[in-house]
T-cell receptor, first 111, second 113 residues
């Protein structure tokens, strides 16, 4: 069973603050994805990273894939209440049929 | 359709009864996945369908769980003789193939009482 550990598990910050969420594993992944899930909804894909060391920016969100393709981080600049949700990383091993999902980070941004 | 549609959105059933959960994937998406999300837990893979190939059932937790996909489109997840530990949100997702990101439905919240 693959294990993708995310930290922190819970995060509560004030609007305007910056934050970083981490996703770590002992496994090597061919690609890694980040999703955000809001209550009562399914997860929504934010980004896919495939190359070790890759950095992708999506407005105020910056995603990084570790050089060894075992870990990833999500950095949010100037957080807004609309960023509130459950953030999930998910990795795909080469040859695997499915994504393995991380344990999740529940973010609350207080206005 | 425009998105992945799941029904029902909520289901309350008595222990020991059978339930069927339905998923309508995005048209043209050949890959379809079922996951389970329990309170405080991450997403647990259940089963994967790709086109007309034999499904990957490696994530099904017991033989009470089964799924089918008819005509490469609609899928039904069946849970027989439901137990309280089956209570969870069952999520369906589809993608163009296994290398692409998933589009999830809103899920079916199953409560076994």
């Amino acid at each position: 069973t693959q294990l993708l550990e995310q930290s922190p598990q819970f995060l509560s910050i004030q609007e305007g603050e910056n934050l970083t969420v981490y996703c770590n594993s002992s496994s090597v992944f061919s690609s890694l994805q980040w999703y955000r899930q809001e209550p009562g909804e399914g997860p929504v894909l934010l980004v896919t990273v495939v190359t070790g060391g890759e950095v992708k920016k999506l407005k105020r969100l910056t995603f990084q894939f570790g050089d060894a393709r075992k870990d990833s981080s999500l950095h949010i600049t100037a957080a807004q209440p609309g960023d509130t949700g459950l953030y999930l990383c998910a990795g795909q091993e080469g040859g695997a049929n499915n994504l393995f999902f991380g344990t999740g980070t529940r973010l609350t941004v207080i206005p | 359709g425009a998105g992945v549609s799941q029904s029902p959105s909520n289901k309350v059933t008595e222990k020991g009864k059978d339930v069927e959960l339905r998923c309508d994937p995005i048209s043209g998406h050949t890959a379809l996945y079922w996951y389970r999300q329990s309170l405080g837990q991450g997403l647990e893979f259940l089963i994967y369908f790709q086109g007309n190939s034999a499904p990957d059932k490696s994530g099904l937790p017991s033989d009470r769980f089964s799924a089918e996909r008819t005509g490469g489109s609609v899928s039904t997840l069946t849970i027989q003789r439901t137990q309280q530990e089956d209570s969870a949100v069952y999520l369906c997702a589809s993608s163009k193939d296994r290398s692409y990101g998933y589009t999830f439905g809103s899920g079916t919240r199953l409560t076994v009482v």
